[in-house]
């Protein structure tokens, strides 16, 4: 083995471990919290603290904070809103970065620097103006009224923009000319060859909005409207500690952002800064 | 084409699901009761909620909807939207209240105060409610709102350690001192033993200026109207309490950090002062380990009146314009702060009932039988000064550490109390000062 090659697996170990290390520090405290699922309000205040729970058969916290919150119910409203905002972002997302990639019209730098300068605003801002809004519509108390505020993103329109400006122009100018029309263009050949690239939005964008709370608790009135993070709030507790059923909570609402993961990270894009745009 | 068009039919069909736009009945009242009760207290407020539609309501035709809206904060974030977008169609009837939301409540424009509503109901005797909870939802001289929920802090110790090192339980500072003589210096774990641990902050610092008849900061501690200075400077109430601090210091009696439920739990502190409602979760987590002794919040020294402020939060009323719902409003309110109603709720949280013929319930009776502890917030609470106030400033967080650091650089450099006291004045005047100006 030559010295360069040595040099090169060395250095491949070297990134691999520090990726490994990395990895570790940020999947920790999640670790941290679904065994914490398992441990008795005991096992919670022992000192020095413990990582394993005593036995994962101790199931009593989930089913104390199944007794507390119809979390069923409540996923199932959480599950509604993360899809529907998901898909019609998604749908916004893809058409105006088409028209941002392929066409040519007035103004189009500074319309996409207007797109840009939306994800300068702090949510919190727009929290009374939307709500204004929401309840003008009278959506107050429905999925739509949950889910219309997130029609809408930024993040997504840049993203796919920047994605669809690596397709070569002259193969839609050539697809022109055979007579395929924009939309069909539009679905036949550009959106299967950015699958990689729109299943990450996907699951980037579901994760935000199945987290989401201060909104939906903002637009909803009735406890059959709640969404699974309200839930995580009716089992905390302002006097005292009950980090174990907080935890089973938690523990369960990561369910399907897990399971969406697992689904789907054969299609999430490798090199995507993902982690650095989140919104 | 059909799949690609279902999330835009799935959007229409949410749009025509009917809102929260229900038309209210004529004669039968439904009142909306918004609370930020979680966990055991959030069952708790349904069963009562359930037990009110069943008598009461039942006789005089109100249903309750109780619906919970969060934490505290979260709540007055919604109250604050609904009162700025002017959708007062959204507000509740009766809606559960912490220091975070007095100011908006009484703003609002839509306020049917709790003096309102004793003024429409002279029969109600008020004098059965706690008079130092009910000052602490006053705002310019009105009583806003019915206290629901009411802690305080008081004196928690290791009464097998003083026991056994010959000492009665600390009322004052120098009491503390006294205490720390007699204890070992090593507990049976081999760990250091201290007899008190606390870095003053706001709250802390309000309770020990007020048992001196000061307020931190002027306008009541921010109760009356915004803070603009500070008021325990010319009174020497600062100067008093600093003094009696160092010297618990100096006597190595007090430990210039945090002491924590843990360390205590631990046997390697004494003295512990924290919120009354913990009670239950401290006798879990020692478990036998040692007896848990409980008493007033120590005083500053023997001049010093007992006492500690209240915390926790009321019940408000709306205006909704209908004569009928603000009297089924009342209705809900003083059956939530009825005797029976407090009792069960203080034997199930720890809160203190704001009721006092609520201490008169065979419930209450059972709890405080059985753990003597749970009464000493309700009879510190009792005799601690109607006028001492928690208190309310803008730049609540940068007042919070200044203090903090002022008093911890005091023990640690060794500065004079009265080097200190010209210090935090600047600092503290500065930041309130700052956030006028920059609130004008």
């Given at each position: 083995?030559?010295?360069?090659?040595?040099?090169?697996?060395?250095?491949?170990?070297?990134?691999?471990?520090?990726?490994?290390?990395?990895?570790?520090?940020?999947?920790?405290?999640?670790?941290?919290?679904?065994?914490?699922?398992?441990?008795?309000?005991?096992?919670?205040?022992?000192?020095?603290?413990?990582?394993?729970?005593?036995?994962?058969?101790?199931?009593?916290?989930?089913?104390?904070?199944?007794?507390?919150?119809?979390?069923?119910?409540?996923?199932?409203?959480?599950?509604?809103?993360?899809?529907?905002?998901?898909?019609?972002?998604?749908?916004?997302?893809?058409?105006?970065?088409?028209?941002?990639?392929?066409?040519?019209?007035?103004?189009?730098?500074?319309?996409?620097?207007?797109?840009?300068?939306?994800?300068?605003?702090?949510?919190?801002?727009?929290?009374?103006?939307?709500?204004?809004?929401?309840?003008?519509?009278?959506?107050?108390?429905?999925?739509?009224?949950?889910?219309?505020?997130?029609?809408?993103?930024?993040?997504?329109?840049?993203?796919?923009?920047?994605?669809?400006?690596?397709?070569?122009?002259?193969?839609?100018?050539?697809?022109?000319?055979?007579?395929?029309?924009?939309?069909?263009?539009?679905?036949?050949?550009?959106?299967?060859?950015?699958?990689?690239?729109?299943?990450?939005?996907?699951?980037?964008?579901?994760?935000?909005?199945?987290?989401?709370?201060?909104?939906?608790?903002?637009?909803?009135?009735?406890?059959?409207?709640?969404?699974?993070?309200?839930?995580?709030?009716?089992?905390?507790?302002?006097?005292?500690?009950?980090?174990?059923?907080?935890?089973?909570?938690?523990?369960?609402?990561?369910?399907?952002?897990?399971?969406?993961?697992?689904?789907?990270?054969?299609?999430?894009?490798?090199?995507?800064?993902?982690?650095?745009?989140?919104? | 084409?059909?799949?690609?068009?279902?999330?835009?039919?799935?959007?229409?069909?949410?749009?025509?699901?009917?809102?929260?736009?229900?038309?209210?009945?004529?004669?039968?009242?439904?009142?909306?009761?918004?609370?930020?009760?979680?966990?055991?207290?959030?069952?708790?407020?349904?069963?009562?909620?359930?037990?009110?539609?069943?008598?009461?309501?039942?006789?005089?035709?109100?249903?309750?909807?109780?619906?919970?809206?969060?934490?505290?904060?979260?709540?007055?974030?919604?109250?604050?939207?609904?009162?700025?977008?002017?959708?007062?169609?959204?507000?509740?009837?009766?809606?559960?209240?912490?220091?975070?939301?007095?100011?908006?409540?009484?703003?609002?424009?839509?306020?049917?105060?709790?003096?309102?509503?004793?003024?429409?109901?002279?029969?109600?005797?008020?004098?059965?409610?706690?008079?130092?909870?009910?000052?602490?939802?006053?705002?310019?001289?009105?009583?806003?709102?019915?206290?629901?929920?009411?802690?305080?802090?008081?004196?928690?110790?290791?009464?097998?350690?003083?026991?056994?090192?010959?000492?009665?339980?600390?009322e004052t500072f120098q009491?503390?001192?006294?205490?720390?003589?007699?204890?070992?210096?090593?507990?049976?774990?081999?760990?250091?033993?201290?007899?008190?641990?606390?870095?003053?902050?706001?709250?802390?610092?309000?309770?020990w200026?007020?048992q001196l008849g000061s307020?931190?900061?002027?306008?009541?501690?921010?109760?009356?109207?915004?803070?603009?200075?500070?008021?325990?400077?010319?009174?020497g109430a600062?100067?008093t309490f600093?003094?009696e601090?160092?010297?618990?210091?100096?006597?190595?009696?007090?430990?210039?950090?945090?002491?924590?439920?843990?360390?205590?739990?631990?046997?390697?502190?004494?003295?512990?002062?924290?919120?009354?409602?913990?009670?239950?979760?401290?006798?879990?987590?020692?478990?036998?380990?040692?007896?848990?002794?409980?008493?007033?919040?120590?005083r500053v020294n023997a001049q010093a009146s007992d006492?500690?402020?209240?915390?926790?939060?009321?019940?408000?009323?709306?205006?909704?314009?209908?004569?009928?719902?603000?009297?089924?409003?009342?209705?809900?309110?003083?059956?939530?702060?009825?005797?029976?109603?407090?009792?069960?709720?203080?034997?199930?949280?720890?809160?203190?009932?704001?009721?006092?013929?609520?201490?008169?319930?065979?419930?209450?009776?059972?709890?405080?039988?059985?753990?003597?502890?749970?009464?000493?917030?309700?009879?510190?609470?009792?005799?601690?000064?109607?006028?001492?106030?928690?208190?309310?400033?803008?730049?609540?967080?940068?007042?919070?550490?200044?203090?903090?650091?002022?008093?911890?650089?005091?023990?640690?450099?060794?500065?004079?109390?009265?080097?200190?006291?010209?210090?935090?004045?600047?600092?503290?005047?500065?930041?309130?000062?700052?956030?006028?100006?920059?609130?004008?």
């Amino acid at each position: 083995m030559s010295g360069m090659k040595r040099r090169q697996l060395w250095g491949g170990i070297a990134v691999q471990a520090a990726a490994l290390a990395l990895g570790l520090v940020i999947i920790f405290p999640i670790v941290y919290g679904i065994l914490g699922a398992f441990k008795s309000p005991a096992e919670f205040s022992a000192y020095p603290p413990t990582f394993w729970p005593e036995s994962f058969a101790y199931t009593r916290n989930f089913r104390d904070a199944f007794a507390r919150v119809p979390f069923l119910r409540f996923g199932f409203n959480s599950l509604v809103v993360a899809f529907i905002g998901t898909v019609m972002r998604l749908l916004f997302a893809v058409l105006a970065a088409f028209a941002f990639a392929f066409y040519d019209f007035r103004c189009k730098n500074a319309l996409f620097l207007a797109v840009l300068a939306t994800m300068m605003l702090p949510g919190d801002t727009l929290l009374v103006t939307n709500f204004l809004t929401v309840s003008r519509l009278r959506l107050l108390d429905s999925y739509l009224g949950m889910a219309i505020t997130s029609f809408v993103g930024a993040t997504q329109m840049f993203m796919l923009r920047q994605s669809f400006l690596t397709f070569p122009r002259e193969l839609k100018d050539a697809g022109q000319v055979d007579g395929c029309g924009d939309l069909r263009f539009l679905a036949t050949v550009l959106l299967p060859m950015s699958k990689p690239v729109l299943v990450t939005l996907f699951v980037q964008s579901f994760v935000t909005l199945w987290n989401a709370y201060l909104w939906p608790l903002l637009v909803t009135n009735s406890n059959h409207m709640r969404t699974i993070q309200v839930g995580i709030t009716m089992i905390t507790s302002f006097e005292d500690t009950n980090y174990h059923l907080v935890l089973a909570g938690v523990a369960l609402s990561l369910l399907p952002s897990f399971l969406l993961f697992i689904l789907l990270r054969r299609n999430i894009q490798r090199n995507m800064t993902g982690g650095a745009l989140v919104g | 084409m059909l799949k690609r068009m279902l999330p835009l039919l799935l959007v229409a069909a949410m749009a025509l699901t009917p809102g929260a736009y229900a038309q209210e009945p004529a004669q039968p009242v439904s009142l909306l009761f918004w609370h930020s009760m979680s966990d055991e207290a959030g069952v708790l407020v349904d069963k009562f909620v359930t037990q009110f539609n069943a008598t009461i309501g039942k006789d005089r035709q109100i249903s309750v909807e109780a619906v919970f809206q969060g934490q505290y904060s979260d709540a007055t974030t919604k109250l604050n939207s609904i009162l700025t977008a002017e959708d007062y169609a959204q507000l509740p009837d009766v809606m559960n209240l912490d220091a975070t939301g007095k100011v908006a409540y009484f703003n609002s424009g839509r306020a049917w105060t709790l003096d309102d509503a004793l003024a429409a109901d002279p029969g109600y005797d008020i004098s059965q409610i706690l008079p130092i909870t009910l000052s602490n939802w006053e705002f310019s001289g009105v009583r806003l709102g019915m206290p629901f929920a009411a802690s305080t802090t008081i004196m928690f110790y290791n009464k097998t350690m003083l026991d056994e090192a010959g000492a009665m339980a600390p009322e004052t500072f120098q009491d503390i001192i006294s205490l720390s003589e007699k204890l070992p210096e090593k507990s049976a774990g081999g760990l250091d033993v201290l007899a008190y641990s606390v870095v003053p902050n706001t709250p802390t610092l309000a309770n020990w200026l007020g048992q001196l008849g000061s307020y931190v900061v002027n306008n009541k501690n921010g109760s009356e109207a915004m803070a603009t200075g500070l008021e325990c400077l010319e009174n020497g109430a600062l100067e008093t309490f600093l003094t009696e601090w160092k010297a618990m210091y100096d006597a190595g009696a007090l430990t210039n950090a945090a002491g924590t439920t843990d360390q205590f739990v631990a046997g390697q502190l004494a003295v512990l002062t924290t919120s009354s409602s913990n009670v239950t979760s401290l006798l879990e987590k020692i478990g036998g380990a040692f007896e848990l002794g409980a008493g007033f919040y120590p005083r500053v020294n023997a001049q010093a009146s007992d006492g500690a402020t209240v915390s926790g939060s009321c019940v408000v009323m709306f205006d909704k314009q209908d004569e009928a719902r603000k009297a089924a409003a009342w209705e809900l309110v003083k059956y939530l702060a009825s005797p029976e109603v407090q009792a069960e709720f203080a034997a199930a949280t720890g809160y203190v009932p704001v009721n006092t013929a609520a201490q008169e319930m065979a419930e209450y009776k059972a709890l405080v039988a059985g753990t003597p502890q749970y009464a000493v917030a309700g009879e510190q609470l009792a005799i601690t000064p109607a006028d001492m106030k928690s208190v309310t400033v803008g730049p609540a967080k940068d007042f919070y550490y200044a203090i903090q650091d002022n008093i911890a650089m005091m023990l640690d450099e060794g500065l004079s109390v009265a080097e200190t006291v010209e210090m935090m004045a600047d600092d503290l005047q500065g930041l309130l000062y700052q956030y006028e100006q920059a609130n004008k």
